[in-house]
């Protein structure tokens, strides 16, 4: 018997019963509650328009993308939208205030979707500078290209004191609506599904399958959806290593890997927006292969391992064996990801990393690199490069690498076609690809010949 999904939303219980999990939560809110504040503006997770916020047990709030998020990822949560921010008695809330008095409303389509990314960013009690209040508002965009007064008003309501969110309607056994979305809650349970439906898609953010059911209107018949296992979103580091599991989102992760790898800060700012880093996770953008996938070139240079378990038992196997082809993969048809690990840097190793696209925010690569060095009296003795955007799939760069070694940066330059012959496609051509990797190599020298200049390299 399927069971029933069932979260809060707005502060009270709802309980669906036969509903397609399949079902993008935009539409349900729009179609059958009424909900209609929450809009659609581009069906994939870019614009913003659709943004409503998570409210989680631990009390943090996190904006989502509710035109690619399935109603079955919404099971046990809790959803507040542009509707539910009045009072009781119909008042504005602060937030809502704060963008009337700033003028920032302007023709409105987007303005809902503003107000909860500003809802969210002022429950977490962030700092009101440029750099931050941008990052908050990169997964919303303004149609009447009017964002001074938004930003004011991101300004006025940083650090707003707002009451705990309530806590969601909990789940403790796994859940199979409708024989089509099953949900696990224990690694057991998972891989026993993963054997028994090896066709089912693996969900964990849905940031990329979502799409499937947004977009294309074409929902998948089978789902797993892993993001309730907990080993699956455990997040741990030791003195030598860190680990990051599949399902852990990156909003989740990206404390430990800015803490170890610092050129990350930048690099996660862009990988999405906001909304698409509460839900997106690193396994899933690693199972799905894709390659102009942001972190596989980053995790290639930091010489990453994943550990893959079945119901046969658990095997490690390093990142850079893991791809096989375009979107061919290593993983076995009744495995799934269960984390990714890395070594944390030594003393003397360095680690930047770099991407290239056609927009700075909200954008999928053209070019991404990651690079790990280790240097001695200015002399490079070791080194990693990934780069994505330049192959079929996320590649080491290994005659680069040697002869970066060996006869320094120009000839490590000259080696970039030995590695790759990309593809020519809307993103750019493989000759602008090619020109991105030698240039971007050049960057790196100068990172690493003046340390000093890093923050205006990194500006460029």
């Known amino acids: 018997m399927a069971d029933n999904i069932r979260f809060t939303l707005n502060d009270g219980p709802v309980e669906l019963s036969g509903v397609s999990p399949m ?85 409105g389509f987007c303005t809902p979707g503003f107000v909860m990314s500003a809802y969210a960013f002022a429950a977490g009690a962030e700092k009101a500078d440029l750099e931050t209040i941008h990052d908050a508002l990169a997964g919303n965009l303004c149609r009447c290209t009017g964002y001074r007064p938004i930003v ?29 979305f099953s949900a696990p809650r224990t690694l057991e349970e998972l891989l026993k599904l993963r054997a028994a439906h090896p066709e089912a898609l ?111 038992g658990a095997r490690d196997l390093p990142l850079e064996e893991f791809f096989l082809g375009y979107r061919k993969t290593a993983l076995a048809p009744d495995e799934v990801i269960q984390s990714i690990s890395m070594p944390k840097l030594w003393p003397g190793e360095v680690f930047f990393c770099d991407k290239v696209s056609k927009r700075r925010d909200q954008d999928i690569s053209t070019v991404a690199a990651g690079y790990r060095l280790r240097i001695k009296n200015g002399k490079v003795e070791d080194v990693r490069i990934g780069f994505g955007g330049m192959a079929a799939t996320p590649k080491r760069a290994r005659h680069v690498e040697a002869a970066l ?32 990797a030698a240039n971007l190599l050049r960057r790196l020298e100068l990172r690493i010949a003046e340390p000093g200049r890093a923050v205006e390299v990194e500006a460029l």
């Open 23 to 107: 079902t993008t939560l935009l539409d349900w809110l729009r179609e059958q509650r009424g909900l209609r504040g929450t809009k659609e503006g581009c069906a994939e997770g870019d614009c913003g328009a659709c943004t409503v916020v998570l409210e989680r047990a631990n009390g943090r709030r996190e904006a989502i993308n509710s035109c690619i998020a399935l109603l079955g990822q919404i099971d046990g949560q809790a959803v507040r939208t542009v509707e539910g921010l009045s009072g009781p008695d119909g008042s504005p809330h602060a937030v809502q205030v704060a963008m009337a008095e700033a003028d920032a409303t302007q023709c």
């Open 152 to 180: 004011e008003a991101m300004t006025r309501v940083a650090g707003l004191s707002i009451e705990p969110a309530p806590v969601p309607p909990q789940r403790t056994g796994s859940a199979a609506f409708g024989g089509s």
């Open 202 to 312: 693996l969900l964990a953010g849905a940031t990329d399958l979502g799409l499937l059911a947004s977009r294309s209107r074409k929902p998948p018949a089978s789902v797993i959806h892993v993001a309730h296992v907990r080993e699956l979103t455990a997040i741990a580091e030791d003195k030598e290593q860190i680990t990051i599991g599949a399902a852990a989102t990156y909003a989740a992760a990206m404390p430990i890997l800015i803490a170890n790898y610092p050129a990350l800060r930048t690099y996660l700012a862009r990988l999405g927006s906001r909304q698409i880093r509460s839900l997106g996770t690193i396994g899933g953008n690693i199972g799905t292969a894709s390659p102009i996938g942001d972190m596989p070139p980053v995790l290639l240079a930091l010489e990453a391992s994943l550990k893959l378990v079945s119901v046969r």
């Open 405 to 436: 070694m060996k006869e320094g940066f120009a000839a490590a330059v000259a080696a970039v076609p030995k590695d790759f012959q990309p593809i020519d496609d809307w993103r750019g051509s493989a000759a602008y690809r090619l020109t991105v």
